[in-house]
């Protein structure tokens, strides 16, 4: 498990710059935070994008090859990633599936990446391939034995939805070796509920604020 208190950015520090641009990137790591999370989806023309939301203009991301989407809106390409591998650690939340081949073959070799789903199916796939990089589970509500759950999946770690943590959800993830860390928690006292339960890190929307308050609290005894 982790020594300290781990941070890092929701899509970079998107208070600051636009979410999911290197530049929100690095402001993150330039406050000191531990690394970062951002989307992963795949336009039709197979160019592997950083984008969170499911449409742009009412119209399917996925349905836009680069060159329409460059004509709607700006965008950041997985392989403009590159320069960070090894640099921080990445989390990477694969928006939907049924690309994990060219997934692999764009991060395979990067060293410092979990890779997370909301589609579990995704996380399967790819221990089903033996992917070489850590694997998430992004969990909104609870899941019942979510111990057992992730572990059958191959994942490492868990990344719920702040709210529904408690003691006994983190006690049984961390009993297999299971890293939890919890997603968009902004305010110190949710940073310090998360950590005296024994979380090992946060993904948050302020991290230059959570590397400040990490910086000025003790850490308690798990």
């Not at 929100?24 to 999370?37: C, I, K, Q």
């Not at 090992?200 to 005894?221: K, M, Q, Y």
Request: charged share 30%; net charge negative.
């Amino acid at each position: 498990m982790a020594e300290r208190f781990l941070i890092y950015g929701h899509r970079g520090s998107p208070r600051r710059f636009p979410e999911n641009t290197l530049a929100s990137f690095e402001e993150t790591l330039r406050a000191g935070a531990d690394g970062f999370e951002t989307d992963l989806r795949l336009l039709s023309d197979r160019t592997a994008i950083l984008y969170h939301d499911d449409e742009l203009d009412e119209v399917e991301i996925e349905t836009l090859s680069a060159a329409e989407f460059e004509g709607r809106g700006a965008f950041q390409r997985l392989e403009d990633l590159a320069p960070f591998a090894g640099r921080t650690t990445m989390i990477l939340e694969v928006k939907r599936g049924k690309w994990e081949e060219a997934l692999l073959e764009h991060i395979g070799r990067w060293p410092g990446v979990v890779v997370a789903s909301f589609d579990h199916s995704v996380i399967a796939e790819l221990a089903r391939r033996k992917a070489p990089m850590p694997l998430g589970l992004t969990i909104f509500g609870r899941i019942v034995n979510v111990g057992a759950y992730a572990a059958s999946l191959g994942a490492t770690w868990v990344f719920p939805a702040y709210r529904y943590v408690d003691r006994e959800t983190v006690a049984d993830l961390r009993a297999r070796g299971i890293r939890v860390v919890p997603w968009t928690p902004n305010r110190p006292a949710e940073w310090q509920r998360l950590r005296e339960i024994g979380c090992d890190g946060v993904i948050t929307d302020l991290p230059e604020e959570a590397v400040r308050w990490r910086a000025g609290s003790t850490n308690p005894t798990p």
